[in-house]
């Protein structure tokens, strides 16, 4: 919910010397991608206590040029909150600003959300200027096992959005300008615990998709932690259980 509240923790723009963005050939993106590491930001706010109002994250974000989608298999080990809180493991397309942003993943939900029933779903939510922000519930109490989650720009104005096991959803009248692909947990208490594998991450741009993410970031807010399996493609999330 990167808009509802203000983030714990700002995000990373390489700079403009990198010149990826004036790159056409993605292999050769894809090769210095390989070259580099991922980079923790911390900022004045990291360690301190998740809430409601300041949310703490564990998440790698990539950008190219044009991406139009973000997708991941998310595996989750544990996922539980205080009374009035909510975790989730989960994959955002945004807009630069995160004026805009769709999500799809797991929630534990114990908060009062828009559009949310409390207790273990699957849902996906969408926001954007002018428009009511809401959460949509697509499975019920469902066990935790693999899911391939999936936000791909699919029309004009429209995003399709996925979750293994649940039919699929979109995004209409949605003129959002994608910017940010990110991957990872979000929790609003530090009492809580929200742990998953993620693996086949990817991105989509220009019709097809990726292999891997492109010179990802990470946002890492105690108690949060972030590790990488295979460097760029899969890693383990969130507080541990």
Known sequence: MKGQFLPSCQKFVAPPTWGYIFMKSKLLRIFLASLLITVVIPTSRANAACSISAHCYGEESTHVQVIDGILAKITPSCIGVPAGNFAT?????????????????????????????????????????????????????????????????????????????????TSTDNSMTPYWGNIGSEITSSAGVSYSNFSRMEYHENGSWSTELFAPTATVNAPQTQSWITLTSAMNAGVPC
Not at 132 to 140: G, R, S, W, Y
């Open 89 to 169: 493991d989960e994959i955002w397309l945004a807009s630069q600003d995160f004026a805009y942003w769709v999500e799809v993943g797991y929630i534990m939900n114990f908060a009062t959300i828009n559009g949310l029933s409390q207790g273990l779903l699957g849902f996906w939510y969408d926001s954007r200027p002018g428009h009511t922000q809401a959460e949509h519930v697509m499975l019920t109490n469902p066990p935790l096992i693999e899911r391939q989650a999936e936000i791909r720009k699919s029309a004009t104005n429209t995003y399709l959005v996925a979750l293994g096991g649940a039919a699929n959803k």
